[in-house]
């Protein structure tokens, strides 16, 4: 089955990213959502994870696009392993007026494809999610 990219979403329209074998969005607690969008004219894809748990998770993952010539592209400029601490029953996602805070919730879709017209998903790969101890 062939996914299309949508450019003209709001802020309401969120992608499923499928964390488990079976597709699903939620992994330990963490639910996880992308949004294909802009900042100025830069083509960006935005996360957004729900930590449904009654304690502080840590997320961490690689970024993954997929292609439409059904192959996962590689970041650029170098794969580097992002990770995140999301509170107790918390979402977090990336949009253009935090790019400075949230950083790691926003790629650029150019670090991994040229042409936009190219991508069909996103993914989180190597997924994980651990508990934060509280000190």
């Not at 488990?20 to 994870?49: H, P, W």
């Not at 400029?77 to 918390?90: A, N, Q």
């Not at 990336?94 to 790629?107: E, P, T």
Request: glycine letters at 6%; proline letters at 1%; hydrophobic letters at 40%.
């Amino acid at each position: 089955m062939a996914s299309t990219a949508i450019f003209a979403q709001t802020n309401s329209d969120w992608t499923p990213i499928g964390l488990t074998a079976n597709g699903r969005n939620i992994q330990n607690g963490v639910e996880a959502y992308y949004q294909l969008s802009q900042c100025g004219d830069m083509n960006v894809v935005f996360l957004k994870f729900v930590n449904t748990n009654s304690y502080n998770i840590i997320v961490d993952w690689n970024d993954a696009v997929f292609t439409q010539q059904h192959t996962w592209a590689v970041n650029q400029k170098g794969d580097r392993r992002k990770t995140l601490v999301i509170g107790k029953h918390k979402t977090i996602f990336g949009d253009c007026q935090n790019a400075g805070v949230q950083k790691d919730l926003i790629i650029n879709v150019r670090d991994f494809i040229g042409d936009i017209d190219q991508f069909s998903s996103f993914k989180l790969a190597s997924f994980n999610v651990s508990s934060k101890k509280s000190k």
